[in-house]
């Protein structure tokens, strides 16, 4: 029995060593904007580890402490369901899990609001600093606070409140997601009927197709023809110099070629007119209406 105990405590011991390179690893600055809920997770799977390791210690010291003959209490405890000593054993052992995952998080520097990068209240008045790493390297006030904070909520609330804790964070990180997936969709349903009933119609009204349009800028893209220099030509009306130019090399002939089929259909005064009515959209809609 006491083989067992021992080495269940080393293998959490071995699992706080490891929690460093954990919170190294998966930070969650990295997301992206777009990370799964699992990086959450990863990221303050640290805490979950500390708890538990907080808990698995207070479990084993009450266990010897009300056994008879074990350090440190070798009288024991006659009748641990006493409802005063009860009180007391859960006073004691939310001050001592407080005492035991400071300890853990000064070791290894397992802050929650570092984690969740936060800045936490006076983080740039500096306290001191040290060679040895970890948490009292460039050591301010406002460490010494995320240090006491994650070590009362672990202490005092234990392994259930850490989980609800990233549980809460990730619906609610889950949650924002999905409100911007709404927006999202929202304004993709705006812009399209923003080009379908006004960009598309005005366009045609100079005999313009959007698909002849569309196929043109792929044209010019293919023979790395930026489209901007055909709009730019259109609106000072130096076509022809672009034309011109483009001809002149063999591999942007084709470019030329296409432009002039285009324009075949458009009127002279109404060309000026397109930049004009592209200025209109932002690049992503130009790049997802016409692909340029």
Not at 223 to 235: C, F, I
Request: charged share 20%.
């Amino acid at each position: 029995m006491r083989s067992s105990t021992w080495l269940r405590t080393a293998g959490w011991v071995l699992l706080l060593v490891a929690i460093p390179v954990v919170a190294h690893a998966a930070p969650i600055g990295q997301e992206g904007g777009e990370a799964p809920a699992d990086v959450l997770w990863i990221t303050l799977a640290p805490l979950i580890a500390i708890a538990t390791f907080v808990e698995r210690v207070l479990e084993i010291f009450w266990d010897r402490w009300e056994s008879p003959g074990l350090w440190p209490n070798r009288k024991g405890v006659p009748d641990p369901s006493l409802p005063s000593y009860i009180i007391s054993k859960r006073l004691w052992s939310q001050w001592l899990g407080t005492l035991v995952a400071a300890i853990a998080i000064g070791l290894t520097n397992v802050r929650l609001f570092r984690l969740l990068g936060f800045d936490v209240l006076f983080s740039n008045l500096l306290l001191f600093t040290s060679n040895v790493g970890g948490i009292f390297d460039q050591f301010t006030v406002g460490t010494l606070i995320d240090w006491l904070l994650t070590a009362g909520i672990i202490g005092w609330g234990g392994t259930e409140l850490v989980h609800n804790i990233i549980e809460g964070l990730i619906k609610g990180r889950n949650l924002w997601k999905e409100m911007r997936e709404v927006e999202s969709g929202r304004k993709s349903i705006l812009d399209a009927r923003f080009f379908g009933d006004y960009i598309a119609p005005e366009l045609e009204k100079r005999g313009i197709s959007v698909t002849g349009l569309r196929n043109l800028f792929q044209t010019l893209n293919s023979v790395g023809v930026s489209p901007d220099a055909l709009l730019g030509s259109l609106t000072v009306g130096q076509v022809d110099q672009l034309l011109a130019r483009l001809e002149s090399q063999p591999e942007t002939a084709p470019a030329a070629q296409a432009i002039r089929t285009f324009l075949e259909g458009v009127p002279p005064e109404k060309r000026p007119e397109i930049p004009n009515l592209l200025a209109l959209l932002t690049p992503e809609q130009r790049r997802r209406f016409l692909g340029a």
